[in-house]
């Protein structure tokens, strides 16, 4: 299983960034998906997710800023960040679920950065 994150990188304060994640070795289609974000010195946290059906949910945080999707022909999970703010910056990871054996994954985190 790989999940390849990127797109992050250095914005400004009410900047956009969208980060990408390409999935392998798992059915995607089955797979519920995740952002994950882990900001120093912090626990890393939920920041959206969508399940198979393309339902989704978000933190409270990132509501109205933030919109996950995801791409099933391309085996990609996106995360569109707008209004970006200091307080969004973090290494974020992207996760999956295998909804049978209840095992996770993770990929290897993409670093995001707010700052003037």
């Known amino acids: 299983v790989q999940l390849q994150a990127s797109g992050g990188g250095l914005v400004q304060p009410g900047g956009s960034l969208r980060l990408s994640c390409a999935a392998s070795g798992i059915i995607f289609r089955r797979s519920p998906m995740a952002w994950y974000r882990q900001a120093p010195g912090k626990q890393r946290e939920l920041v959206a997710r969508?399940?198979?059906?393309?339902?989704?949910t978000y933190a409270d945080s990132v509501k109205g800023r933030y919109t996950i999707s995801r791409d099933n022909r391309e085996n990609t999970v996106y995360l569109q960040m707008e209004s970006l703010q200091p307080e969004d910056t973090a290494v974020y990871y992207c996760?999956?679920?295998?909804?049978?054996?209840?095992?996770?994954?993770w990929g290897q985190g993409t670093q995001v950065t707010v700052s003037s």
């Open positions: 969508i399940n198979t059906g393309f339902g989704v």
């Open positions: 996760n999956s679920v295998n909804l049978v054996t209840a095992a996770q994954y």
